[in-house]
Structure formats: C-alpha cells, structure tokens
DNA sequence: AAGTATTTCTTTTTT
DNA sequence: AGAAATACTT
C-alpha cells in the first residue's frame, strides 16, 4: 500500500464537515476515496452500512468495491453502498415503488425504447412534427428531467411555441410510461427527488441510513443529481466530492461543473483541498496538458506537477488520409512492441467518435494484433440480448408495451403490422396494455380473426412461462423459454454466419448465468433478489465489462476519448487530430470548443511515457473526399515539445534540429 | 406477411 | 461507404 502524500492524507482524515477535492489527472483521487471509506469505518467507527459512495460507471463502481474490500474486513464493510447514482436511485424507487404509484417489476426503459415510444406517441397524438427531430425532443426532455423541470413547468416557461409542444409531448410521455409501469433513465434519478420532497419521512429514512456520502467525479453531476446529494446530506453536512473541472466532459448529458463551485456557496463551512502532484505521467506530458488547458477559463486555479523524468517528445504524425492513419498506428504498435519488448496491453488509440474505429479494426485484424475495443456497442445494446431482455420484461411487467411489441414477432409468429395495428388502436380506445387487451372480450370485433387467435396463443404462452417462473425454478424456466420460441434457430436464420449465431446464442446464456449469479449473490442475504428485482436491475449492470475482466488478457485497448477517463496507459495514440473531429464540428458551431479542449486534455493526461497524435491530410466523410485541416489544439501544444513526422520540408527542419528523428520515423515506415 | 430492391440518412460523446 | 428505413415483389 503507497504512502499518502500530506495532501492527500488530509483529504482522507478530514471528516467533521463537507469537503471538495479537487483532484487533477493522475493524481491519486481513488486511493484518496478508498482510503477515507476505511479511515470512516475503523477511525471513526461509523458502521459501513451507513456510508454510501457514489460513481457514474458501473466500472469505477466496481473497481472501487474491490479496493475497498481490499483494506476493510468484510464484516465491517457489510452493508456499504457503492454504486453509481442510478443504481442508487433505482434501489430507492425499488423500496418506495408503492409511494410512487409503481407495481413491483416495473420496466427500466433504454434510450432506444423511449425513443419508440416517443414516436409512437407521437404518431398517435396529431402532434404533427414539423421539421424537429425525433431526438431533439427526447433530448430536451431529458435535459428537462435533468433540470428537475416537470411537465407542467415546463410548459409555464416554455420559450417558444417549439417548447410548449415538445412540454405537451412530455407530459404524455410521462403518462405512457406510468402507464407501462416504466420509468426512463432519468427518472431514476429524477423519482427519489421528487419523492422526498414529497414525503418528508421517507426522505428521514434515508437520511437515517445514509450517514456519510463521498462522490467521484463531481464535475459530472447535474442539477437533479446535486439536489439529491444535498437533500440526503442536508445541514449534517458530512461529505466528501471528488472532481476535477478540467475533466468536464459530460456537459451535452446534462452536467454541470458549476455545481463544484456553487458547492461553496451551499456549504459556506466547505474546505477545499487540491491534489496537484500527478503519479502518472512524464514532466513533459504533463507540461503539454497543463499548456493546452491554460486557454480555457478557470475557477479553481492548478496546476498539476510531477516527479517523473522528462521523457520523450510528444510525436504528431501526418497521414496521407485515413486508411494510411489507421495502417500507420497498427504498424507503429507492432514495431514499437518488438524493438522495446512490450506487452499489447501497453497501449491505447483513443478517438473522438466510434465510427473512427471502424478502420483501425480492419487494420489490427490484417496485422493480427489482439485488441479490445470499448465504448462501441455495449453488450445490451446487442440484438439478441434486446430481444431476449424483453422477453424476460414482458413475463415480469406484461404491461411494458415496448418489449411486448419487440418480441410479439420474434420468432416469427406471423403476427404482422396489421394485425398490430388493429390491437394497438383496441388497446388505446380501452386505455389498457396490450396484453391486457388480449385478454378482453370486445377485442373480437376490433381484431382480425385469424390474426386475434395468434395473439392469444402468444399471450397464453406468456401466461403459463409467467406462472411457472413464479412456481419452478425461475432460471430453468427462463432457459426452458428459449428453447420453447427456438430462438437458435431463428437466430442461425438471422446472422451473417453460423459462427456469430452462435456466438449471439452464447450471448444469451451468459444473460441467464448472470441472472443465476444475481439470485445466488442475494441468497440469505438482508436484500434477498427476487425474480423481478434481478430482471430490472440488468438493464443498468453493463456485463460486458465483467466480461472483459475476466481475460485481462494482453490486448490493445481501442477506446473512445470519453470513455478513457479514469484510466492510464504506458504508450497513447490520439487519432483525428482534425478540426472538425476533435474539435467536433457539433461544439465549433455551438461553439463550445472549451468542452472539447477538456477533452483534449483527458486524452493527453491518460499517457504514462509516450503520446503520438496522428491525423489524415484528406479523409473520406460520407463517401467523399474531404482535404482537412489540423486541430486547432495541436497549436496549442508547446512547440519544442512536438515532434512532426510527414509533413514535407517542415518536417525536416524541425528534425534537423532534433537530430535522429527522421532515421526511426523512415525505420518505422518500412517496419512491415 | 415475408423477402428483395431502392432510397435516404448518417457521425459526437453514455448512465 | 455503409447502415437503415422505405418501397416494391412474390
């Protein structure tokens, strides 16, 4: 275990009122979050049950679960919540459903479900929609629950009459998923806070169980997720935020680094401590980040320093275009792995957007590097585990619309858009689900005969699954439902290859492990699972990351530059380095470069020893050539810092005056 | 209703 | 260029 630094050991003993620390990159801010856990347990002797920690990945959750445990023996640990906001927010609703107006077993719905239903929503109403995007107006009702703003006031201070429509749509919205029993992603947030200004003795309740509360990464935090840390922590005031504003990249969802300095104002008692020395990085790297951030305005002003040798020039590579970027970066890896005996895990290629993978992955698999991409479809976005968490929703919540329409088809069942149609008008003329309106007499005389009689049976079906998952054993059941619909076999029907059918299929039975796991974990325990709560709960548990953990095997990690916040790695490749790619075109003509200039900076902080940019002197966008420009950020950088490769008799002059540059840039080049 | 051809749109970032 | 929505056949 590493010694603290003084500041750092402050942070951790200071316990007797609300604290900030603002902690830059590389600087140690998990250990500092582990260790006052620990130091709050045996120090200052308040029971793990009663400290709750809270992170915004289920990943920074679970690493910090693990280090926790590390330190703590468990029986002193017991009860210890760690969990990300919306885990946290969902156990709330999950014990005060009946407070809300929910039945258990209700459904979470996914960006991509509420979507549907918006539009299905507005399809129904007249609500002609007149040149606006479909996202536009979820994204602004997201930004609306975000800013705790309900229906009705959003309605009273609409700006323009866009507003007033889109308020309109949300209140339906809000209807339609109560009426699913349903509740979006914001809402688990959204919920609890509503309910505890409702209900003053619920709020007391937690507030009993919550005695100390530390959150990470602060800067991220919006409007709705600061008040209900400020309700829980209220005049007591015992906490600990960890954030640094720097690291701000989250605005477009809703975050809001200001809170970090509206802290002070809500808590005129709060100490601030900055943690400036960074373990991380080469002096360089560092003076690089530092430079480039400067340009952006500060409330809190720091400046991060390090013990580490100077380290090597920052390397900026010209390509002919993208296909020669991507060769160029699988080549460099290859080349630098084999002259200085490193493993593949040593490095990282960041980007900014997903699509800029896509290339790079061809490139690795030509070169046989291994490597493991992250950020790009997350296992629950996959189609097989969509279709099967709705099955799996359905027999818990048959009211969930949204997953009722999804699987009704799926295996064929010859069950068509008429037919739906027909049982879609039924149901809302009855103001029921449509299962329910299966059930109902008069469906007869608004629904086809023969399209009718499918529909029950699949309802009958579920029916039966519904009764036994209650009765059997629930895992064998939901395995025994897989087999039922033939679900492999329409899977070999729908893939490319017999291969990624059976790779879906195994998809789908880690999905089942995971739910027996879940059921096992809780058994005997305080919070024993149910069936329901484990169903609802994997909406928001992202297994593909346990799933990576389990090989930590040696590969190149690909990740979008969101996505590397948190982590390090030994050698980082920052690809696109083009105006309108890193400086994304969306943020110049909002112009919010500030936002992108962060990202900029978590990027060039995630290096240890050597950071490489390249970027591409022409590149196809839409299928069509497009001659770019250099970011604007490179710029930015120190320039005796840099070292340009491929750029003509610029190139050369700034090699001369560094000497042996060209040689291994020409070495590199003819490496494969 | 299912399968095939054509057209249109896409690229921020994610709990 | 590629994916996804839509139109057109069987």
Request: glycine letters at 6%.
């Amino acid at each position: 275990m590493n010694k603290l630094n003084p500041r750092q050991n402050e942070a951790v003993r200071y316990a007797d009122g609300p604290l900030l620390v603002l902690a830059g990159a590389g600087s140690g801010k998990t250990s500092v979050i582990t260790r006052k856990i620990a130091y709050l347990i045996e120090q200052k002797g308040i029971p793990g049950r009663h400290i709750a920690a809270v992170t915004f990945t289920n990943k920074a959750a679970r690493e910090m679960k693990e280090r926790v445990g590390r330190i703590v023996d468990r029986g002193k640990s017991r009860g210890l919540i760690v969990s990300t906001f919306h885990n946290l927010g969902l156990n709330m609703i999950r014990e005060e459903h009946a407070h809300l107006g929910y039945y258990p077993g209700f459904s979470i719905f996914d960006a991509e479900d509420a979507k549907a239903l918006l539009q299905d929503l507005m399809l129904r109403e007249d609500t002609a929609d007149e040149g606006d995007e479909l996202s536009d107006i979820q994204m602004t009702i997201s930004s609306w629950k975000n800013a705790m703003r309900r229906p009705e006031e959003a309605y009273s201070k609409a700006e323009d009459e866009r507003e007033q429509r889109i308020a309109l749509i949300y209140k339906r919205y809000n209807e339609y998923l109560k009426a699913y029993n349903a509740v979006d992603f914001d809402d688990l947030i959204l919920l609890p806070v509503l309910l505890f200004r409702e209900c003053p003795d619920v709020l007391a309740k937690w507030r009993r169980k919550i005695r100390y509360m530390l959150v990470d990464e602060y800067q991220d935090t919006n409007v709705c997720q600061y008040e209900l840390v400020k309700m829980l922590v209220a005049e007591r005031a015992a906490f600990t935020v960890v954030g640094d504003d720097d690291q701000s990249i989250y605005a477009w969802r809703g975050a809001r680094p200001e809170n970090l300095a509206q802290l002070k104002q809500d808590f005129p008692s709060l100490k601030i401590i900055k943690l400036e020395q960074n373990y991380r990085s080469t002096s360089r790297i560092l003076r690089c980040a530092n430079t480039v951030i400067a340009n952006n305005p500060h409330v809190f002003e720091k400046a991060l320093w390090s013990e580490h040798t100077v380290g090597n020039e920052i390397r900026v590579i010209r390509c002919r275009n993208e296909d020669a970027e991507a060769e160029r970066i699988a080549t460099e890896i290859l080349d630098n792995k084999l002259k200085n005996g490193l493993e593949f895990r040593d490095f990282a290629v960041l980007y900014r957007g997903n699509h800029q993978s896509r290339l790079l992955e061809m490139k690795m698999q030509a070169y046989q590097i291994p490597y493991r991409m992250s950020g790009g479809q997350s296992f629950f976005s996959k189609n097989e585990i969509k279709d099967a968490m709705s099955y799996l929703r359905l027999l818990v919540n048959p009211d969930d619309d949204a997953a009722f329409l999804r699987v009704v088809n799926v295996p064929r069942r010859e069950i068509g858009p008429r037919t739906l149609e027909q049982l879609n008008h039924y149901a809302r003329s009855r103001e029921v689900s449509l299962f329910r309106a299966l059930a109902d007499m008069g469906a007869e005389s608004h629904i086809a005969e023969r399209g009718l009689e499918r529909l029950r049976r699949f309802a009958h079906w579920v029916d039966r699954t519904c009764e036994r998952l209650h009765t059997d054993n629930p895992v064998h059941v939901i395995k025994q439902l897989f087999t039922d619909i033939e679900y492999e076999e329409w899977l070999h029907q729908h893939s490319a290859t017999p291969k990624q059918a059976e790779r879906r299929m195994e998809n789908i039975w880690y999905l089942v492990e995971s739910i027996q796991r879940m059921l096992d974990d809780g058994k005997g325990t305080a919070d024993e699972t149910g069936i329901e709560d484990a169903i609802t709960r994997l909406v928001l548990r992202d297994m593909m990351e346990q799933r990576e953990e389990e090989d930590d095997s040696d590969k190149v990690q690909m990740l979008t530059l969101h996505a590397s916040k948190g982590l390090e790695f030994p050698h980082v490749f920052i690809m696109g380095m083009e105006e309108e790619i890193l400086p994304h075109r969306a943020s110049i003509e909002e112009g919010n470069i500030e936002e992108e200039r962060r990202l900029m900076y978590v990027g060039i902080t995630r290096a240890r020893e050597t950071l490489s940019m390249t970027y591409a002197a022409s590149r196809k966008q839409y299928g069509e050539k497009i001659e770019t420009i250099p970011s604007r950020f490179l710029d930015e950088f120190p320039e005796e810092d840099l070292r340009w490769e491929g750029t003509g008799d610029l190139d050369q002059e700034a090699n001369q005056k560094k000497g042996k540059a060209t040689l291994s840039a020409l070495l590199g080049d003819l490496g494969v």
